[in-house]
């Protein structure tokens, strides 16, 4: 029984030595070394990519959105802070350029954003230099497919009517989604007092219930709706429209205020069963830690290509776990975004669903800028990437001609 023992012992160890040199690297882990970070902006400077090549030929990409014009100077400063470190050292990395921004407004904003991209690239790099997925760098994930919502990005300027509704809820669910979402906020809406003032008036509450009853009506009790305000009025108007759409059971109603007093946030929560999420507008892990504290939502959204990336995006996710708070991203990226998403949303228990956007199926340019194997998005689900890394490579010269002009493109 002993030599049995030690026979195992031994061949445990040949197996070992063999499993990990069989392991696909492309290079020495502590020999990786950043050389230079590149980065291109599209979408009229709304879309930054940012790719960090290594002294071994390997490069890992990321993406920011939303919060990133103008800022090619920050990303060549964080590309110095970056040269000559191994990029494995995600999180250190991630510290080291939060923390040297500590009086630079490293808070949030634009500078947070540029760090998600970067974060997001190095996480990208490191799964392609160990040869994992980044969900597998991540801790593992808890599901194979992430449940997608369909935006259904009713343009405000059209002033769609309550059939346009209807209608554009019935093609997502035709095209296999299980839940969508609408825009209330309307800014040409004859029917507000005055731009400014953002108390709604009668008659436009009765324009939101209306859309929200069509769409409620084309698609039946089984599908999620959720309804977005974009922070564009005031309290007494979130109070009203939670309340009056508490018939249609929302799957939430998404920032009834702006995101920055979340004592309004908690006394529009506190009034109505209907679900209020919030987060998009709100950056790291810090920025949610609070709100979560005093239940000031129901759900969390916060922006992975905007709050901090993938990393800050698990802690984040994480917190809200505590306060059995769900975990919905949002999302306005191209695919290397939303699949660099999908990769945390596996990785947390409290995922709820992430944000899908109809351009993905109408707006050509956005298959062109990346190469990925299989389709994008299946019966309302993305599957998770087995592949190295992030598993979705940008199109350079695809992108090439959705450059901006006057914006850097890849120097
Ligand atoms: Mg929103």
Redesign the pocket.
Known sequence: MAGAGLGVVSTYGREYETALNGTPKLSAPSDLKITEIKCGYIRGGSGLFVKIHTNQGIWGCGEGADAVPGTYHLVQMFGRMLKDQNPLNVNRLFENIRKAGFFRGAQSGMYVAVLSAVESALWDLAGKALGLPVYQLLGGKFRDKVRVYMDTALYQSQLPKPEDFAASAKEAVDMGFTAVKFDLDQANDPNKYDRYNWTASPAELKRMYDQMAAAREAVGPNIDICA?M??RYDAVTGMRVAKMLEPIGLMWL??PIPAENIDAYKQITDSTSTPICAG?NHYLAYGFREMLEIGAVNII?PDLQKAGGLGEGLRIANLSNLYYVPFAP?MVASYLGAMASAHVCAAVPNFMILEWQIYFHKNPMFKEIVDFDGPMVENGFITVSDKPGVGVEINEEAMKKYAVEGMPFFE
């Open positions: 977005d974009h922070g998404e920032e998009e959204m949002h």
